[in-house]
């Protein structure tokens, strides 16, 4: 039986495969992006992408040799709050140079959470460190979520209920995004569309490691998107629009 992980894998799978076939069907779209990317060649082709943990899950090929990434998000209406990223707390710390002393709390604190989900992930006694380092760092968390390449991406956003693809400059997007950092019991927020939380979860795949311990999946760190507060904010920078 395929279990709930596989499921949301497959469905993922399939959009990206739907928006690779279904661009090239939309010559204003691909002319928009021509333009955007100041790209003299035609289209070429279009291939699915996300290999070797590249952020593109769709490239967009020209006879020129330049190409476009697309990160491609899937969602639905009511429930449009997706993954963005998800790492274990080490390679967090290593991407952000965090050193091993820091790298040891935020852990402690993953941890603690795991224990009791109900209290906040940051104590107050550690909101002053925490805050003022993730406040300094937030376009960066931004960046390190969104994109590998911002000036030659673009971001894909694919309505599962009405089938209509929204499609953004990754540039403007990551310019456009708010970086005020809010507390919450989960976390914390990034603006009002992005929020950093301890992933959680079960773990149908590692039961037989303690949901205390650091190396736990559920003990990882991840950020999430709130799709539609995004599609709100980036309406004066969308590129393109078109229904499957």
């Known amino acids: 039986m395929t279990n709930e992980n596989n499921r949301n894998a497959f469905a993922g799978r399939n959009i990206e495969h739907l928006i690779k076939n279904s661009i090239v069907d939309h010559p204003t779209v691909i002319e928009k992006l021509r333009e ?11 291939a699915c ?17 330049h190409y476009i990434d697309a990160n491609v ?12 990223a998800r790492t274990t707390v080490s390679k967090f710390c290593e991407d952000f140079n965090l050193n091993r002393n820091d790298k040891q709390e935020l852990e402690n604190i993953i941890v603690a959470k795991s224990k009791n989900a109900k209290t906040p992930l ?13 406040n300094d760092n937030a376009k960066k968390l931004l960046n390190w979520s969104f994109s590998r390449n911002p000036s030659r991406e673009i971001l894909v956003l694919f309505n599962r209920d009405t089938f209509v693809v929204k499609i953004y400059p990754m540039k403007k997007v990551l310019d456009r995004l708010p970086t005020d950092i ?3 019991t989960g976390g914390f ?5 992005v929020s950093f939380q301890r992933k959680g979860g079960n773990g149908s795949l590692s039961k037989h490691i303690p949901k205390t311990a ?17 599609i709100e904010i980036l309406e004066p ?7 499957i």
Do not use: M
Request: proline share 2%; net charge positive; glycine share 12%.
């Open 182 to 184: 809010t507390f919450t």
């Open 122 to 134: 940051f104590p107050e006694k550690q909101k002053d460190k925490w805050g003022k380092f993730f």
């Open 237 to 243: 920078v969308k590129l393109g629009e078109y229904t």
């Open 189 to 193: 927020n990034i603006g009002s569309c």
């Open 73 to 84: 998000k899937g969602f639905r209406s009511k429930s449009a709050f997706n993954q963005l």
């Open 214 to 230: 650091i190396r736990h999946p559920g003990n990882n760190i991840q950020l999430k998107a709130k799709i539609n507060k995004i």
């Open 49 to 65: 992408g996300g290999i070797c943990g590249d952020k593109s899950d769709v490239r967009i090929n020209f006879v020129c040799g």
């Open 36 to 46: 955007q990317f100041k790209i003299e060649g035609k289209l070429y082709n279009t």
